[in-house]
């Protein structure tokens, strides 16, 4: 059965930094690139990150490209993202996803940007 399963998200001030985790299992992780999305209240789904397959090249869009860097450790069969410089418009649920021919999503985990 295919998992994802995000953690690391909480409470942080404006300004603040936070790593999040995606742990997969149930496919070859190695074999695919992997995306972050964040969903905030009330909004639709907002990509956030991309990543190759083997970390080699990453992508992001150009409001977020100065302050998140994603990256994937394939031995851990693990995703992460790193968001630096917060803003209270970061506060959402972030959901780490294939986008591709793995079609499950994890929970996902809260983020709250808040003093």
């Known amino acids: 059965e ?33 995306n972050w999305v964040r969903q905030a209240p009330g909004k639709g789904l907002e990509w956030v990150s991309g990543i190759r397959w083997d970390g080699g090249g990453t992508s992001y869009p150009e409001s977020m490209k100065d302050r998140f860097t994603v990256s994937r450790d394939n031995t851990k069969n693990t995703l992460y993202l790193q ?8 506060t959402a649920v972030y959901y780490c996803a294939d986008l591709g021919s793995i079609r499950d999503w994890g929970q996902g985990t809260q983020v709250t940007v808040s003093s």
Not at 8 to 28: D, E, H, K, N, Y
Request: glycine share 14%.
């Open 83 to 90: 968001m630096n410089s917060l803003k209270s418009e970061d």
């Open 2 to 34: 295919v998992q994802l399963v995000e953690s690391g998200g909480v409470l942080v001030q404006p300004g603040g930094s936070l790593r999040l985790s995606c742990t997969a299992s149930g496919f070859t992780f190695a074999g695919h690139a992997m």
